[in-house]
């Protein structure tokens, strides 16, 4: 079964551009996070989507990031325009529906420069 | 609020030696759960472990064991006879309803 993917693995940008990035969680699951890493600190939860709604989106830095999941499959997250302080590794996870653990399996993510 | 520390920032070790992350979290729950993930070089999140607030019994997984101390707010991770291959960043994480409260991660390394 195939895991969590993410793309691009790498993306180089300059301010002010706009980037989106895309999540395919495992098929099947419902529950799909977004976190991020700024270099050196703890990973950061961004936001959760059941199925296509927003569940929680308290996590969201500001109004420049943008994220969808249209249809209830792959997530795309959009920062537009990108800051200096968006860079860091920004990690989707997703997880079954139900159960009573929060089992989260992540992806490889994806490490976003901003120049 | 919920709150993981994780005071090591980078640890290095000689292959053979044992070595222990510390974990310590803050939580006004009294229901929740307290994970290990494992980042390698490649860069993916690896699942460790999950011990629920209510089990607090030690867990042992070959030469992984973690250490559950509800009185200490403490869920420490020994790793005996390291190896060069776990080299990695590692990450405690408590879950708070549905989302993942992590640490800063610390960097272990094992030289040969």
């Known amino acids: 079964e195939a895991g969590v993917t993410q793309f691009p693995s790498h993306s180089v940008i300059e301010k002010g551009q706009t980037v989106t990035l895309r999540c395919d969680p495992i098929s099947g699951h419902d529950n799909l996070y977004w976190y991020r890493r700024v270099m050196g600190k703890e990973i950061k939860f961004l936001l959760h989507f059941v199925k296509e709604s927003k569940q929680d989106e308290s996590g969201m830095p500001n109004n420049r990031f943008l994220a969808e999941r249209t249809g209830g499959t792959y997530s795309t997250l959009k920062v537009q325009p990108a800051e200096l302080e968006d860079s860091g590794v920004y990690f989707c996870a997703s997880r079954l529906a139900g159960g009573s653990y929060n089992e989260q399996f992540f992806g490889p993510g994806t490490r976003l420069t901003v120049l | 609020a919920q709150k993981v520390t994780q005071a090591q920032t980078e640890i290095s070790v000689v292959e053979k030696e044992d070595v222990t992350l510390d974990c310590v979290y803050e939580?006004?729950?009294?229901?929740?759960?307290l994970f290990w993930y494992k980042q390698p070089p490649s860069g993916e999140l690896v699942f460790l472990i999950r011990?629920?607030?209510?089990?607090?019994q030690n867990e042992i997984s070959g030469r992984y064991s973690w250490n559950f101390q509800k009185s200490t707010s403490s869920f420490n991770f020994t790793i005996t006879a390291s190896q060069v291959v776990d080299s990695a960043v590692y990450f405690c994480a408590l879950s708070e309803t549905d989302k993942l409260i992590f640490g800063t991660g610390t960097r272990l390394q094992v030289f040969p």
């Open positions: 939580t006004r729950d009294t229901t929740y759960y």
């Open positions: 011990r629920n607030s209510f089990d607090e």
